[in-house]
Each structure stands twice: as structure tokens, then as C-alpha cells.
T-cell receptor
């Protein structure tokens, strides 16, 4: 069975600093994808970044990067140069690629950026 | 391009009433997903469609819930009769799943309150 674990219920970071949000996963599928979503207080779910299990390089999207360590089954999100607008809930998700494409979400980490 | 559109954004109803939530996916996307988000259970996948056909409804909580996708641009999630424990935010998401694209794009959600 697939499982996603986010152990940090809440995090604080100073504006302009970098922050790492942890995500570990468990799966027996050989091909899977890992995703991060942002949910601001307004409630919408915003896609941030995707990493495939066979991708050799870590994914990057602007200030977001995914620190993918396959042997450790971790897919941490790194946000560089934090901004006040980064304050939100962040969800890690996983899906088996090919077949069902069902997402499993973690419980989320609430990030607060301090001025 | 318009994103995923959901209506209504907020719904307040009394226990026992029928509730219908609506979703218009992004044009060209062939997968549509319905999720429910609560504090207790987090984000749960209820059902998803591929090319208008329900593929997996194992997340639908009980027979009171039903979902349809009569065409590629419209889906409904119906609860009949509604109960207070159905109070949640319901998200619709769509995707064009394939070798180069696995992310899902979420609508703004419908906040349902059943009194």
C-alpha cells in the first residue's frame, strides 16, 4: 500500500531565508510520481512541482526545488528566498504512474513566513 | 485559459436535503477527479473519471453519494440525503495524464455546510 508522511505540522521561516518541508513516502510500485501543492488561506490547491521516480535530476520550478532521495524514500520541498506570500499549507502527494493515477496526499505542513 | 470551474462556491443546506455540486474541467483534459477535504480526514479521493467513464469510485463514502459525467465538459457530485457529517470542502480536479504530464489542476472548491 502507498503512504505519504509529513511529520511537520507547522513551520516558521524568516522572510528571504530558505526552508525545507519534509515528505517521506512508501510504495512498492516501480514507477511513481511525487507532487507538491500549496493551499493558501483562500482555499485553492495550487500545483507547485513534480518529480518522477525515474527522473535522474531533482525537479526545480523557480524558487521551488524537490530534494528527491529515492533510497531514503524522501521528497522534500525546498523553498528558497521565502516571501510573505509563501505562508500557506503545503501538501505532498504521490501517485502510481500508469494504471490508476490515484493521488494519495499527506496531512500537510503549515508554513508561516515571518517579516 | 480558464481553470477548473466549480459551482456553487458555498452551499448551506439542511439535513435531508439533496445537494448537487458542479464542475467544469479544463478543456482537453480527459481525467476528472472529485476530492473531499476535512480537518479530520484530510484530502480524500472520492471518484475519478477517464473520458467521461467512472474508473474508480472506491472512495465514495456510501450510497448517498453519486457522481456523473455526461460529457467531457461537465460533472456533478450529488449527495442525497445530506447529513451534517458531509460538511467539507469538495474539490474537483482535472488532468491530461500522460508521459509528460501527471499533475492535477484543482478548482476553487465548494464549501458545503449541512445543518
Amino acid at each position: 500500500a502507498q503512504k505519504i508522511t509529513q511529520t511537520q505540522p507547522g513551520m516558521f521561516v524568516q522572510e528571504k531565508e530558505a526552508v525545507t518541508l519534509d515528505c517521506t513516502y512508501d510504495t512498492s510500485d516501480p514507477s511513481y510520481g511525487l507532487f507538491w501543492y500549496k493551499q493558501p488561506s483562500s482555499g485553492e490547491m495550487i500545483f507547485l512541482i513534480y518529480q518522477g521516480s525515474y527522473d535522474q535530476q531533482n525537479a526545480t520550478e523557480g524558487r521551488y526545488s524537490l530534494n528527491f532521495q529515492k533510497a531514503r524514500k524522501s521528497a522534500n520541498l525546498v523553498i528558497s528566498a521565502s516571501q510573505l506570500g509563501d505562508s500557506a499549507m503545503y501538501f505532498c502527494a504521490m501517485a502510481r504512474l500508469g494504471g490508476t493515477y490515484k493521488y494519495i496526499f499527506g496531512t500537510g505542513t503549515r508554513l508561516k513566513v515571518l517579516a | 485559459d480558464a481553470g477548473v470551474i466549480q459551482s456553487p462556491r458555498h452551499e448551506v443546506t439542511e439535513m435531508g436535503q439533496e445537494v448537487t455540486l458542479r464542475c467544469k474541467p479544463i478543456s482537453g483534459h480527459d481525467y476528472l477527479f472529485w476530492y473531499r477535504q476535512t480537518m479530520m480526514r484530510g484530502l480524500e479521493l472520492l471518484i475519478y473519471f477517464n473520458n467521461n467513464v467512472p474508473i474508480d469510485d472506491s472512495g465514495m463514502p456510501e450510497d448517498r453519494f453519486s457522481a456523473k459525467m455526461p460529457n467531457a465538459s461537465f460533472s456533478t457530485l450529488k449527495i442525497q440525503p445530506s447529513e451534517p457529517r458531509d460538511s467539507a470542502v469538495y474539490f474537483c480536479a482535472s488532468s491530461l495524464l500522460g508521459p509528460d504530464s501527471y499533475e492535477q489542476y484543482f478548482g476553487p472548491g465548494t464549501r458545503l455546510t449541512v445543518t
